[in-house]
């Protein structure tokens, strides 16, 4: 097994986390044309959820395989059956054959996060942060553009282009890892059963997982209470905006996507803690511009920090457990993600709750109360 990791092979698989994942928010922008073509019928509108519920399985299912696979394998074989699921999205006759699609399209997304412990386990201990900072900068900016692309290209054309077109990218992805990749066996040996029966006992042996899941969580969720609720809010007076200019403020997010590798080398350098800390102060001082700067300005002064505040800390809180089991780091990130994964939907339902009962005063003050309690946990137990 390699025990470093070349710059050239570390941006292929920053490129590869981001197309991988881009395939899961592709059909959001694209949801009006493809209820057009299939009828306003309620499940046709299902179909953003059944992608968001298969990247869920995905996280819980297949993410752990990496510990007991070959990762190149594991990833090859995904690969190649979501080219297969694309190319059904694509053809799809009917909505009940999309959204089944599409389950499997966010199951098999799941590449990203294969990708993300195969960096760390490539790289040398003294540059883990730096590679999974590139690696995950490579992962954001799939997440931040995948919606303005798909987009563009489902309104020059229509739905199904992007998912030919998403079917020949995650074909010539598959040949590019294939050619790259190094082979890499796991250090242990298990069965799927226990693999996935020892989720429970990792999170319970592990103080520093929860830890860090608690605070991401509470990152992500105040991530999600915003983003949620923009698109809301901009349509309202005195803005009266469309979705499309909601989309562009993720033009805007693509700073966190700069300081994902500087975040990386000052873990590297500094120690996880500081730059956590950091970032969740971040988030707190982004919730207070969107609640005293109004307009445009604050929106976007306030987008800067919140995405720069989240990336900041995934990228130390993922140092901090990609050190701790080497041989589970796949499991491991199956948790950390999960506990994310949980927080963020947590916050878009408050989210709307609060828009719901008090306006943008309520998403502010959510926003507020959760960044606060994140930097409160953080600071308590890091006494500890």
């Known amino acids: 097994m390699p025990s470093q990791i070349s710059r050239r092979l570390t941006l292929i698989m920053a490129a590869a986390a981001g197309l991988s994942v881009a395939n899961i928010y592709y059909n959001q922008p694209m949801l009006g044309l493809i209820v057009r073509d299939f009828g306003d019928s309620g499940h046709v509108r299902l179909v953003p959820a059944a992608t968001q519920l298969g990247y869920a399985l995905g996280l819980l299912l297949l993410v752990p395989m990496g510990d007991a696979f070959d990762r190149r394998r594991l990833i090859l074989t995904q690969n190649i059956i979501l080219v297969i699921a694309l190319a059904v999205a694509a053809a799809a006759p009917s909505a009940a054959v999309l959204l089944v699609a599409s389950v499997v399209i966010g199951a098999l997304s799941t590449i990203a996060q294969q990708i993300v412990p195969l960096a760390a386990d490539l790289a040398p201990a003294d540059r883990r942060g730096q590679v999974v900072g590139t690696v995950m900068s490579g992962l954001l900016t799939?997440?931040?553009?995948?919606?303005?692309?798909?987009?563009?290209?489902?309104?020059?054309?229509?739905?199904?282009?992007?998912?030919?077109?998403?079917?020949?990218?995650?074909?010539?992805?598959?040949?590019?890892?294939?050619?790259?990749?190094?082979?890499?066996?796991?250090?242990?040996?298990?069965?799927?059963?226990?693999?996935?029966l020892s989720l429970g006992e990792l999170t319970r042996s592990q103080p520093r997982l929860r830890r860090a899941m608690m605070t991401q969580?509470?990152?992500?969720?105040?991530?999600?209470?915003?983003?949620?609720?923009?698109?809301?809010?901009?349509?309202?007076?005195?803005?009266?905006?469309?979705?499309?200019?909601?989309?562009?403020?993720?033009?805007?997010?693509?700073?966190?996507?700069?300081?994902a590798p500087m975040a990386g080398r000052q873990s590297d350098k500094?120690?996880?803690?500081?730059?956590?800390?950091?970032?969740?102060?971040?988030?707190?001082?982004?919730?207070?511009?969107?609640?005293?700067?109004?307009?445009?300005?604050?929106?976007?002064?306030?987008?800067?920090?919140?995405?720069?505040?989240?990336?900041?800390?995934?990228i130390a809180n993922q140092s901090v457990i990609f050190s701790l089991v080497p041989a589970a780091r796949n499991r491991i990130n199956t948790i950390y993600m999960t506990g994310m994964f949980l927080a963020g939907a947590a916050g878009s339902a408050a989210s709307g709750a609060a828009w719901s009962n008090f306006g943008w005063p309520g998403v502010t003050g959510l926003g507020l109360a959760v960044s606060l309690a994140g930097l409160a946990f953080h600071l308590t137990r890091r006494k500890k």
């Open 270 to 314: 500094r120690g996880p803690q500081g730059i956590i800390g950091f970032g969740l102060l971040l988030v707190l001082a982004a919730f207070i511009v969107f609640a005293v700067v109004p307009g445009l300005a604050g929106l976007t002064v306030g987008v800067i920090l919140l995405d720069t505040g989240v990336t900041m800390s995934m």
């Open 142 to 196: 799939g997440i931040l553009l995948a919606r303005t692309i798909s987009g563009s290209i489902g309104a020059w054309f229509d739905w199904r282009a992007m998912f030919w077109a998403g079917t020949l990218i995650a074909a010539l992805m598959a040949v590019m890892l294939a050619i790259t990749l190094p082979r890499h066996p796991p250090a242990q040996r298990h069965a799927y059963a226990s693999l996935l």
């Open 217 to 259: 969580g509470a990152q992500f969720a105040c991530f999600s209470i915003f983003w949620t609720t923009l698109a809301l809010l901009l349509q309202e007076p005195p803005f009266l905006l469309g979705s499309a200019v909601a989309g562009l403020f993720g033009i805007v997010g693509l700073t966190g996507v700069i300081v």
